[in-house]
DNA sequence: CTGAAAGCGCTTACAG
DNA sequence: CTGAAAGCGCTTACAG
């Protein structure tokens, strides 16, 4: 009983003033071959309709659905929210709608999400891809968002930057030794993470990697990375390439009777949701999701006009683009919280600090 | 250049074949009009020319759109994953895909991102509502999932059987005293399980709810619960709404030198994707979503079908209905881990224990 | 400045 | 069993 969904149509409105369809239509789409009064009237009696185009109707007729697809790896993952969110209110403001496709994590699946979407005509994709696959050329301009490094990649943060950021805020701080916590070998981004914060050791510093994956792989899934014994051996940053791997550092410290930021340091990536609701809040680098959005509909949405304009009406491209944007990365922030607190200094200045507030 | 979508329809199959298109559409929709062989050389050439139906021109015609639209009241919320994949799982397999909008946790906002996904011709809308909101009627059918108790839910996961589980199962392992924290009074879902909670108390228990919004209200944003003084009041069982609270209160319970589970338990809901990684482990109780979104899906489907059925070809529906299914609750499962380890027992019998692994 | 016509790809009565 | 026709709602050349 709504108004919302009146169901008018241009026809409808056409017979109603006594004018064609055509003229609604371009009255509507604002194109300047109709007079301004006759316009404003069609205006007038539109508004009063509640009508709405059929996206439908015109998509037939155009080639164009003005709808996008989002691709994830894993929906699952705990960065999918703010993807989706800042994906979501990018190609919305750009006038489009966005069809979501899981592939639980699973790369044959990816293929199958994507192929969905395509027989949904939708009009670009933007994919996040899953550890370094390869998007599969497929018919639409591709949009892909992953790393720096990554050939093909379109527009993402600038992970390498930020892991630079968090060892300056770390070396600044007085620590040497870093313990750097990723979880597979195999991923660019944890890799650009990884590899800026070692490009930025101080001089007398050192760094070592532990992969979560691997160890996993002799300990067992779920076992204890071992901080304890890398406390003895004078670690005292432990930086993670993810605010998961970050809080699984943190509790296993804690638990261990470790203080943090009193002993040691940790710092995490992604700023995900729980990061500073706990005690103490983590130290970590947030993209900027928004801007890295934009930038990618924008470059889709060019790709697309130019695509349509480019071709005969009737024809359809079937060659698919990767799309490339003018700015390819955006910088992270450094989110400085507790976990890196000021008093975390290097073992031997320890004993000379003041009681620490947080424990 | 690929295989995927060589954009051939209807026409170019009838004409290389010398049949009309209605009979291609038929044979290949199995409407059983058309003779076995013929119908055989249709899929045939169908198949090897890679034809793929155009969602666009079956929805103009037949008025369905064959895509659902998901409501959220925050896209943010960390249980989004695990809704957002459910749903989209569930819709793929009914033939259905999902078109997001997101309210970025703003009311007004979210009966923007409705019509958004009206003026898309969605057939059918899925809304996880916020807090408590009335969803308006809106003219296409929409399955509601909030919690039982909510008027016009359509199905959802039983929070108070899951509030039941999780008192039961410390009641078990001897706790009497329990503090339940909330974050907003307001919440349905939130209530239902306090509520299941508090049904379950063991005879000579108590409870005492704490809800973080009004405490935060006093104290300000982020801080401490002061679960210390909790502690020391003899509350020995704390259990939160959300993974995302009891995380919380982990840390700062182990922050003021209390060990969990030895001295105090700690329980979340939701199963977050951290819950598993922290040490020691988050005992929580899980929701089937799997399930939740398939009772959901099959309701609209259902409602989509009748809805154009019912009506005389031309006539659109103006009238929303909200969707029943009937199944209007699933059950949830807890999950135990760590937090709620056997060692916890009552203080009085705490020094009777063993030492536990667990630090 | 305005209108009649064609057609995007499909499905559904209706004839034959 | 098969086909011709109509039409879903729109936009775009093309005439007038």
Do not use: D, E, S
């Given at each position: 009983m709504s108004v919302s969904r009146p169901g008018s149509s241009l026809n409808e409105i056409a017979t109603l003033l006594g004018v064609s369809s055509a003229t609604v239509s371009n009255a509507l789409a604002g194109k300047g071959r109709v007079s301004a009064e006759l316009a404003d009237k069609i205006r007038a009696t539109a508004a009063s309709l509640g009508y709405t185009p059929s996206m439908t109707g015109r998509a037939l007729r155009t080639?164009?659905?003005?709808v996008l697809g989002l691709v994830l790896p894993?929906?699952?993952?705990?960065?999918f929210p703010q993807i989706a969110q800042a994906i979501e209110q990018a190609a919305s403001k750009a006038g489009y709608g966005v069809l979501i496709a899981d592939s639980h994590g699973d790369i044959a699946a990816q293929t199958a999400a994507i192929n969905r979407l395509i027989e949904r005509s939708v009009d670009g994709i933007v994919v996040v891809p899953r550890r370094g696959t390869r998007v599969a050329d497929i018919g639409r301009p591709v949009a892909v968002i992953d790393s720096p490094s990554t050939p093909g990649n379109t527009v993402s943060a600038d992970h390498w930057q930020g892991g630079q950021a968090v060892v300056d805020h770390l070396a600044e701080l007085g620590h040497r030794s870093f313990l750097l916590i990723g979880n597979n070998p195999d991923s660019n981004v944890q890799n650009d993470r990884i590899g800026g914060m070692k490009s930025r050791l101080p001089a007398n510093g050192r760094a070592e990697v532990l992969w979560i994956e691997n160890h996993e792989k002799n300990k067992g899934k779920g076992a204890p990375l071992g901080l304890k014994d890398k406390v003895a051996e004078g670690f005292t940053a432990f930086c993670a390439v993810s605010d998961l791997h970050a809080l699984r550092a943190l509790t296993e410290l804690q638990g261990a009777g470790i203080a943090v930021p009193e002993q040691v340091s940790v710092t995490g990536f992604d700023d995900l949701v729980f990061s500073s609701v706990i005690t103490p809040s983590l130290t970590t680098v947030r993209m900027d999701m928004g801007t890295i959005a934009e930038i990618a509909i924008a470059a889709l949405s060019r790709a697309i006009e130019t695509e349509t304009k480019a071709l005969p009406e009737q024809l359809r491209t079937t060659s698919g683009t990767l799309v490339t944007a003018e700015q390819k990365s955006v910088p992270m922030a450094l989110v400085v919280r507790q976990t890196s607190g000021r008093r975390a200094l290097t073992p031997q200045k320890m004993d000379l600090l003041p009681e620490g507030e947080h424990r």
């Open positions: 080639g164009r659905t003005q894993n929906i699952a993952n705990p960065l």
